[in-house]
Structure formats: structure tokens, C-alpha cells
């Protein structure tokens, strides 16, 4: 007994010192801190003071009460209270400021704290939509769990979904990068989190309890509690991973062996120092007691951006010391309390002995922890201090004697499972320091499954191969990559758990420093990772376009084109990223591959300047000029002879283009001189800016080709609806690459191309500005691209591959032509009658484009697709064409009647009928300004028809 009462004596001497301990420093370190300026006048609204367009939900620290519903719990004066921690009602608390409600319930739906029980969830819902509909832009946190010892509410989640459900916000990862109003006006996040059936999943209307982080610990010491939040909050990701809600927790519990076992005696050791770190005009104590910290409640930093702001960077090994020193700390108090256990002595003996195992590997791992990889540190050592909190809490529960026992409820089952949850853990943290020990040192030991990939053993796997990456040898890590390579292929969820679980940034590291296996491997995941906007962004952030634009200037070809596959994979996934890898300078680097051995001097490649040679009709006519103007500089650059006579009908780029093959080496005998020549032409060439072409000519040709084939495909997913990027391939020699590589590349550096050009022209169809100033009629480049298509149009082959970008290309340029150009006219007119119905559809596409009224010569061109004969053929189409063609026809069909109404021909082939059938047809008329454009040729030609007949 007497050690009783000096075990209470030094307790509250324990006590008076640590609030002393916070009086000194509120005095040495004042209370100002990031945020504190910021004092609402409404705290019923104080989320739409802090900017909903802009702050979104991760971003706030969320203002919570303990227990919140337990203000009329139990009896009064009796036993309230034991279990009373608010005196306020739910809307009382939302009213003054607090947005995230801890709401536990029975199986009755009754709302509960241990065996006491209050009124029904009703009554909480009902305060909850009052507030609503008083408010605009609030956001309201609903955690509600079946509490401890009790089974779930039958069908509960049906009901809460019935009577919240036009407020819920769905569980959406995507929801952390929204901000409030877009989010709104959906309002309540409910986090359900049930004893015994499985947690809510992704898309549902109900939060797994997973997404609310909160440091709950079981003390009643105030400075105590105050260390451990800034502790733990230390330990929080940055915002830009941060993908769940935080709150601080600042209640004090009362403890199993204090004379003291209501709540208020214990919850005022923190409310006078809570008043005295808050502003004056601070919520009454019911809400307080987790307000202590609200000085995060408009912070927009991780916990490390702060630490960044006021000295180093937290180096790894720092981080992880952080994350284990709670778990060391939990573990030494349950050793230390178990030997104080009155009841359940040999459980609480083995559970000491298993914590003796767990906190020595732990002490190992702190010692360690330069060499521990930080993501499955962090999932194990969350988890087992956990294990170690609920466990402490239940050894507490056995010190109890006399007439607390009475009270005390300790389920023998819960000993039991604590014991073996320690165990596992031991399990857990033995596998850490396993795979993160380098493969050498690891005796070929075989690594195994740690308890906790019981549920998930992928994870595991990836876990280890991400260890791998980061402290194995170059060998090892490329056999790393390789299985993520696997993964990734394997199934996409598994990708998504890759880039979760940090394995970008070593795959990132590897492609820079590793062999060319291992780089191949680390591009090829990385392309296989980006497989949706959200994974691409954080590749992108992770710094993946430096690292490509690095490997794409010095690494080997083999590697280089692997890389310009995965460009292409993220580019097309997400093609906001264009803009990172523009500014990174990839597109010259992938400009410089695409050139390479397809047109002479492409070591010259450049970005041309406002004030330099402005296009490559300006190379042509420098290389036109006699010798005698060229200048002493002559000797440096290629000579380029042009065909003389009247009989050459060719322009000036096509002799370009032919004087460029003719000037390539060839597999024939060649004099001294002409090696020489070349010799001294090839030391003579100038160094692409930014770019490495060493060792690229000793390639064999397949490779030469794929890498091509690479480039272009990169090209054209980067340029895809992007201006900027459009402008600066036209504004260099990529153009002519494509019209060369159109004609004389292998099948998929052809298709490429031909993709590429179709991206690049519906850009220019879109800018005024790049179809004036890479397309002009006047342009060398652009009739050689022009030219090409039109080749590959007149030719007709409907089962290649090209056809069709080549006739979208041409649609699309159809405001660049001049009225005398007609030869573009016939060869599309010809596809009209195509049996692919997709070339048909897309032939009478383009030309609309020709005919349309946006078109300034679209009564030129209407005229010349008359002459070619299309009224037949789009009369065909549109009685007997599928839908994809009659409705292209029928369009094709009505400009040329509005434009050329007095037409023989339209009248000879009864075109007027065909409208008038087609107005009658609904599957047609659907869109009214169909409708419109038919009714509009119907009355053109009835005018024109009828006066011909007088």
C-alpha cells in the first residue's frame, strides 16, 4: 500500500513538472509561430476565409474534437463523469470551429464511449445538416468507428449513405489535388471505420480509416503529449505525396492506475496551457482539446519544408531515427509496466519477453538506419507502434487493483492477439534489416515474406527489389530494374505501387550511373510507370526529363533508344509534360538523332534565331548563289550544284534533296581523294549545341533505324496540340527529316513520320501563325512535305499504313494552298470511292476542309472538286455509306451546293433529291446544325434550279 501511494506521490510531482516544463518554454519561446497571424472573425467559416479556390484539403491541419458526441453521456453525477470529454453539442463545436467529429457507435446505433451510451447517431446527423445548410464552403470530417468491445450497426453504412449521401465525397485519391471549390458542393468526408466488416474501398462513398493520421497516446502528462506530436508531426510526408487528412490530437487520458479516473480533472492539465498558446479569441475549452496545434490550420508546408526554412535538410538517416524513436520508447515503457502487471502475469510476461526481441532489433535498425530504404520502414514501423500503443494501453488495463479492476474491462482474447501482433512485428523489422543489408553481406541468405505481406506479398516484392535499387551493386540493380520491368508489364496497379513506394528516383538514379543493361531496363520501366496522368506527373517531378535529356546526349544509342520510347509513353499518357521536356532541350536532342544520316550537314541542326537565316528556303538560295558571292568561308560548307536547263521542273528543295543523296558514301570503289574529302568534310562539320554524335556512326544499321523510328514516335507524341513545340521542329531541319524519312525510311520510321507530320499540321490548321510561317506555298520545306503526301495519296494503297495520316495532313493544310494548286484536289476526290470506309470518311474530311467556308478559296476549290467528278461518289455515300461516311458526305455534298449552286452538274446528278432525302432521314438530322447547313443548299439550289428552268 505504501508503495501505492509514493508510486502516486512521484506521479504528481511528474506532473506539476512537466507543466512547468511548458510554462518555460510558452516564456523562452513565445507562442508566435507559421500561421498564427491568421485569426478568423467567423469561425462558423473559417474554411472560406482561407481561399477555397486555391487550398485544398491536404493542406489543412484539421481541427478536431475527442469523443465528440459524449456531452449528454450517461447518467449525471454518476456516471458522466467518466466519459464525458466534450460539453457542447455537435453543432455547438462546428459552430465555434471544429471540422472533424470522432463519433463512436454501438450495435444499436446508439452513440457510445466503452460501456456508456448516449443518444443516437440521429442526433449527430441532424446538427450536422443544420450546420450545412447555414454554411457555404465547409468542409466537415465524419469519423465514425464501432467502438471497442461492441459489433457493427447492421446495414449502417446503407443508412449513412441514405441520409448523407447527396454530401458525401467518394474516396478519390484524386481528391488531394483539387482544391475545396472544386470539390464542393459536395461536403462531408466520412471516414467508417467497423470492428469486423471489411473497410470501405476505393470509389466508395465512405474513407478507410487509413486516410486520417492523427498521434493518439495513451498519457496524461502534458509535456509528454506535446513532444510527441511535434514528433510525430516531423515524420509527415511533403505535400506533394501527402494523400490523407491530418489532425492533432491533444487530449490527456486518464490512466489505469490514478486514483483520478474522470476525464475533466485530467483534461485541465492541458487547457490552461492550450488558452495560453492560443489567440484570445479561442473556442471555449469543449473544443480545445485538440486546438493546442491549430497553428498548422492554414499551413501550406511539409513538416520538412519547414525544418529547411530554419537550418539542414533532414539527411535519411535523421528521418528514420524520427520514425523509430516512438516505437523504442513504447516498447522500453511496456517492458517496464508489464513487471506491474496484477492480473494476467504470464501473458503480460511472454508479451515483455517478445518486446525485449522487438526493441533490440529496433535499437539495431536505429543504428542502421543510413542503410534502411524509408518506405517499408515507414509502413512497418507505423504498424508496430501501433501494435505497441494498443498493447501498452492493455498492459496499463492489468496493473489495475481494487475497485478500478471493477471498472476495468481486459478481454483475454486482446492479450493474446497483442502478443502475437508483437511477434509479427518482430517479424517485420527482422525482414528490414534483411533486405536493406547489401546483397554481399547477406550470405545468399534467402530473404523471404515478412509477416505483414500476408494481405499484399506483392508489395514485398517490390519492396525488396526497391532496396536493391537503392544500396545494391550495379549488377544487382539492374536485375532489379528488370523485375520491376515485369511488374510494370504485368499489371498496372502494380505500377502505380512502384512509383508509391519510391522506386522512380533510384530507376532514375540507375539510368544514369549504371551499365547499359541496367539503363535499358531503368527506361524501360519508367516508360511502362507512366501509364496515366497522375503517375507521369510524378515522374516528371522526380526529375526524369534531365535525365533523359542527359542519356539522350551521351548515352548509347541502344539505351537512347529505349528512353525516346519512354518519352513518347509519357508524353502520350500526359501531355501537359510537353512543356518540362521542352525546357529540358529534348526535342534538339531528338531533332539531332532523327537527323542523323537523313540530310547532309545535319550536325547543324539549330533553333534559328529572329535575327538568322529564317527557313530552309534561305539554305537553298545561299547554296544557289555563284561562287564568286559566297564569301572566304566557302571551303567550310557543302557546295550544293543545281541541274541546269529548261527540262528541270523540279523546285529547289527537291534538287536539295537530290544533290544531298548523291552526296552520300556508297559500297562502290572510291579514289584516295574522294575518302579524303570526306575526311576533311566530316572534321569540318559543326557540333550540334547541346548534343554528343561521337561513336554514333559505328552503329549497326538496325540500330540506327529503331532509334529513328524512336525519335520520330517521340516527336510526334510531343508535339501533339503543342504550339510551342510545333514552332520549334518547323523552325528546324525535322520537317525535311520527316519528308525524307516519308519516302525512304523502313515501315515504322514511316509511320512515325507520317504521324508526326498529321500533329504537326493540325497544330498549324489551329495557329494562323505556324501555317504562315512553316507552311507558306512559297516554302522549299513545305512543298517537299506536301509533295511526299501527296505521293503517298495519289498512290492510294489502302492497306499501308501511311494513307491515312497523309490525307489528314493534307486536310489539314487545305487553307495553305493557293486556287491554282488543283493537283491536291483529284487524288482525294479518287479516295471518295475507296472501299475502306475509314479512307473514304477521312478523304471527304479533308475535303471539307477545302470546301468549307473558313476556307478563303473555298468557291475555287469547291469548283475544282466538281471537275473531279465527286458529286457522283458522295451521292453514294450518302445513300449507301455507313454512318461514318454519309455524314462527312452529306456535309462535303451541301458546301459544294452552297457555293457553286449554278452547277450543271449538281443539277444532272439530281443532287437537290438528295437533300431533300436526307432531311427526311433522322438519324441524320440529329444535330441541328446539320440541319441548318441542309436547309441552306436545299433553298440555294431550288433558287438557281428554278430560274434555269425559265
Known amino acids: 500500500m505504501g508503495a501505492q501511494w509514493s508510486k502516486q506521490a512521484e506521479r504528481r510531482k511528474l506532473i506539476a513538472d512537466e507543466k512547468k516544463t511548458l510554462r518555460e518554454l510558452e516564456e523562452s519561446s513565445g507562442c508566435n509561430f507559421p500561421g498564427c497571424d491568421y485569426h478568423p472573425t467567423d469561425r462558423k467559416n473559417w474554411i472560406s476565409g482561407l481561399n477555397p479556390e486555391k487550398i485544398h484539403l491536404n493542406q489543412i491541419v484539421w481541427p478536431g474534437t475527442h ?25 455547438q463545436q462546428l459552430v465555434i470551429g471544429t471540422r472533424l467529429l470522432d463519433i463512436r457507435v454501438n450495435e444499436n446505433r446508439k452513440v457510445c464511449h466503452g460501456i456508456l451510451t448516449t443518444y443516437s447517431i440521429d442526433n449527430v446527423i441532424n446538427d450536422v445538416k443544420k450546420f450545412i445548410s447555414e454554411t457555404e464552403s465547409e468542409i466537415i470530417i465524419l469519423e465514425i468507428r464501432t467502438e471497442f468491445g461492441h459489433n457493427d450497426p447492421p446495414e449502417f453504412e446503407k443508412y449513412l449513405e441514405q441520409q448523407l449521401g447527396e454530401y458525401l465525397i467518394h474516396q478519390d485519391d484524386q481528391i488531394f489535388q483539387k482544391s475545396v471549390a472544386e470539390i464542393l458542393p459536395k461536403r462531408i468526408i466520412c471516414i467508417w471505420k467497423p470492428q469486423k466488416s471489411d473497410p470501405p474501398k476505393p470509389g466508395s462513398p465512405f474513407w478507410s480509416s487509413g486516410y486520417l493520421k492523427d498521434n493518439w497516446i495513451d498519457t496524461d502528462l502534458p509535456a509528454t503529449k506535446f ?65 493546442l496545434h491549430g497553428r498548422f490550420l492554414k499551413e501550406n508546408r511539409s513538416p520538412f519544408e519547414e525544418h529547411d526554412g530554419g537550418g539542414p535538410p533532414l539527411t535519411m538517416a535523421d528521418i528514420v531515427k524520427q520514425i523509430l524513436a516512438r516505437p523504442i520508447q513504447l516498447a522500453d515503457q511496456i517492458i517496464k509496466e508489464a513487471e506491474l502487471a496484477c492480473a494476467f502475469k504470464q501473458d503480460c510476461a511472454d508479451i515483455k519477453n517478445k518486446t525485449e526481441k522487438l526493441v533490440a532489433l529496433l535499437r539495431q535498425a536505429a543504428r542502421a538506419s543510413n542503410d534502411l530504404y524509408e518506405r517499408p520502414t515507414r509502413r512497418i514501423i507505423d504498424d508496430t507502434e501501433q501494435v505497441l500503443d494498443k498493447t501498452l494501453q492493455l498492459v496499463f488495463k492489468c496493473q489495475a487493483s481494487g475497485i478500478r479492476r471493477v471498472f476495468t474491462i481486459i478481454p483475454t482474447a486482446a492479450l493474446r492477439k497483442s502478443s502475437q501482433q508483437i511477434e509479427n512485428s518482430v517479424g517485420d523489422v527482422s525482414w528490414l534489416l534483411r533486405v536493406s543489408t547489401p546483397a554481399d553481406e547477406r550470405d545468399d541468405e534467402y530473404v523471404g515474406l515478412p509477416p505483414i505481406a500476408a494481405n499484399e506479398p506483392i508489395l514485398c516484392l517490390i519492396w525488396e527489389q526497391v532496396a536493391i535499387l537503392c544500396c545494391g551493386t550495379l549488377e544487382d540493380r539492374a536485375d532489379a530494374a528488370a523485375s520491376l520491368v515485369s511488374l510494370a508489364r504485368d499489371n498496372d496497379r502494380y505500377g502505380k505501387l512502384i512509383i508509391e513506394e519510391g522506386g522512380v528516383p533510384p530507376l532514375l538514379k540507375l539510368a544514369k550511373e549504371g551499365r547499359m543493361e541496367g539503363q535499358e531496363s531503368a527506361m524501360r520501366a519508367i516508360g511502362l510507370l507512366g501509364r496515366d496522368p497522375e503517375s507521369v506527373e510524378q515522374i516528371v517531378n522526380a526529375g526524369a526529363c534531365s535525365v533523359f535529356a542527359k542519356v539522350l546526349k551521351e548515352g548509347h544509342m541502344k539505351v537512347q533508344i529505349v528512353v525516346a520510347w519512354a518519352i513518347s509513353e509519357l508524353a502520350a499518357n500526359h501531355p501537359k509534360c510537353q512543356e518540362h521536356f521542352l525546357q529540358n532541350n529534348t526535342i534538339r536532342l531528338l531533332v539531332s538523332h532523327l537527323a542523323f544520316e537523313t540530310i547532309e550537314e545535319h550536325s547543324k541542326y539549330a533553333i534559328v534565331g529572329k535575327n538568322k537565316m529564317g527557313s530552309i528556303h534561305a539554305v537553298v538560295i545561299a547554296n544557289s548563289e555563284p561562287n564568286g558571292k559566297r564569301g572566304q568561308d566557302d571551303d567550310d560548307r557543302c557546295h550544293v550544284t543545281r541541274p541546269n536547263g529548261p527540262d528541270s521542273d523540279s523546285g529547289d528543295m527537291q534538287n536539295v534533296m537530290k544533290c544531298t543523296f548523291a552526296m552520300k558514301p556508297t559500297k ?55 504550339f510551342s513545340i510545333c514552332k520549334t521542329i518547323t523552325e528546324s531541319r525535322a520537317l525535311l527529316c520527316f519528308a525524307v524519312l516519308l519516302e525512304k525510311g523502313q515501315d515504322e520510321v514511316q509511320y512515325n513520320s507520317a504521324m508526326a507530320l498529321a500533329e504537326i499540321t493540325a497544330v498549324a490548321e489551329r495557329h494562323a501563325e505556324l501555317r504562315r510561317s512553316a507552311f507558306k506555298p512559297t516554302s522549299p520545306t513545305a512543298r517537299e512535305v506536301v509533295d511526299k503526301l501527296l505521293k503517298i495519296v495519289i498512290k492510294g494503297d489502302s492497306e499501308s499504313d501511311l494513307l491515312i495520316p497523309s490525307i489528314q495532313s493534307i486536310g489539314n493544310l487545305a487553307r495553305t494552298f493557293r486556287a491554282t494548286e488543283t493537283r491536291i484536289i483529284g487524288p482525294l476526290v479518287k479516295l471518295l470511292d475507296e472501299r475502306e470506309t475509314e479512307v473514304s470518311a477521312e478523304a471527304a474530311i479533308a475535303l471539307i476542309k477545302f470546301a468549307c467556308t473558313d476556307n478563303y478559296l473555298h468557291v475555287n476549290h469547291c469548283k475544282a472538286i466538281l471537275e473531279a467528278g465527286a458529286p457522283k461518289h458522295l451521292i453514294q455515300l450518302t445513300y449507301f455509306g455507313e454512318q461514318m461516311t454519309q455524314l462527312p458526305g452529306l456535309i462535303l455534298l451541301c458546301y459544294i451546293a452552297l457555293h457553286v449552286p449554278d452547277s450543271e452538274t449538281l443539277a444532272q446528278e439530281d443532287v437537290l433529291i438528295v437533300l431533300q432525302w436526307a432531311l427526311k432521314q433522322g438519324h441524320l438530322m440529329q444535330d441541328s446544325s446539320l440541319e441548318t447547313l441542309v436547309l441552306e443548299a436545299k433553298q440555294r439550289l431550288e433558287i438557281y434550279q428554278s430560274r434555269a428552268s425559265y
Open 67 to 91: 469523443d465528440s458526441a459524449t456531452n449528454k453521456i450517461g447518467i449525471k453525477m454518476v456516471s458522466r463523469p467518466f466519459a464525458q470529454c466534450q460539453s457542447l453539442s455537435i453543432y
Open 227 to 291: 513532444e510527441s506530436n511535434l514528433s510525430y508531426l516531423s515524420k509527415q510526408q511533403t505535400l506533394s505525396s501527402r494523400k490523407y487528412f491530418y489532425r492533432v490530437e491533444n487530449t490527456v487520458t486518464p490512466q489505469a492506475d490514478n486514483p483520478v479516473l474522470c476525464v475533466k480533472p485530467v483534461t485541465k492539465r492541458i487547457h490552461g496551457i492550450a488558452f495560453s498558446l492560443l489567440p484570445s479569441s479561442s473556442p471555449p475549452r469543449a473544443a480545445v482539446a485538440t486546438f
Open 668 to 722: 562502290t570503289n572510291s579514289t584516295k581523294s574522294n575518302q579524303q574529302q570526306r575526311r576533311q568534310g566530316s572534321r569540318r562539320r559543326v557540333a550540334l549545341p547541346g548534343a554528343s554524335i561521337k561513336g554514333r556512326e559505328f552503329e549497326d544499321p538496325a540500330t540506327k533505324i529503331e532509334m529513328k523510328a524512336m525519335a520520330a514516335r517521340a516527336l510526334r507524341h510531343l508535339c501533339a496540340g503543342n
